[in-house]
């Protein structure tokens, strides 16, 4: 796959555009639901990037773009996990790669602009300094510190999921290892961190239910 091929480009940005229309919607896994549309459209954008992988590998144009395009993931893998991803593990990555860096950040930046509208004293600090900025071409720490307090507020990713390859036992509670299954609901339990509940616990963060634009400066 590459930008010479608008037309594979078009049919995965539409199945992309029919995954994230479901991806937060309630999990009910029935024909003409958006999450049940949503899972049928990753499935599909799955086996289309596997496909893409199998022909740039097999091509000989092509065989230094797959391993340049996998390379990342693998190498991660590698290192952190201490095997290889298998394929599926590779195209699941990918699609979390491509929904990561386009939801997050159009949320992020929608919060960002509301908070600045709803707070004027600090839309004037943040644009002085910007303004400064420009000239200067220097980082901003007054607009760097807003922006971390607004993503801690309002989390672009809200949750976390993850499932156990092996059996945990945590404060007196047993998290079974996930079995291998293509089936919703999963055949086993997943590991769910709260990030907005995390982000709001008072004795980690103090005043966490207040917007403080200085809490990262060092002076709060």
Not at 145 to 174: F, H, K, L, Q, W
Not at 176 to 202: F, G
């Amino acid at each position: 796959m590459s930008l010479g091929e608008p037309n594979h480009i078009a049919k995965l940005a539409s199945l992309f555009n029919i995954f994230l229309k479901g991806i937060i919607e309630l999990p009910i896994n029935f024909p003409d639901t958006r999450f049940y549309s949503s899972n049928k459209a990753a499935a599909t954008i799955r086996t289309e990037l596997i496909n893409d992988y199998h022909q740039s590998k097999n091509s000989e144009t092509g065989k230094r773009k797959g391993i340049i395009f996998t390379r990342p993931i693998i190498t991660f893998a590698a290192y952190f996990i201490g095997r290889c991803f298998s394929e599926k593990e590779i195209a699941n990555n990918i699609l979390l790669l491509l929904f990561a860096g386009h939801d997050t950040s159009t949320v992020s930046i929608t919060l960002l602009i509301k908070s600045l509208s709803e707070h004027p004293d600090v839309y004037d600090k943040v644009l002085k300094e910007q303004l400064e900025i420009s000239k200067a071409k220097e980082v901003g720490e007054y607009s760097r510190n807003v922006v971390s307090e607004v993503m801690r507020r309002n989390p672009p990713v809200t949750r976390a999921y993850r499932e156990a390859p092996v059996d945990i036992e945590y404060a007196g509670y047993t998290m079974p290892k996930v079995l291998a299954s293509d089936s919703y609901p999963p055949s086993s339990s997943l590991i769910t961190l709260n990030i907005m509940k995390l982000m709001k616990v008072e004795r980690c963060i103090e005043s966490s239910e207040v917007l403080h634009y200085i809490r990262y400066s060092g002076n709060f």
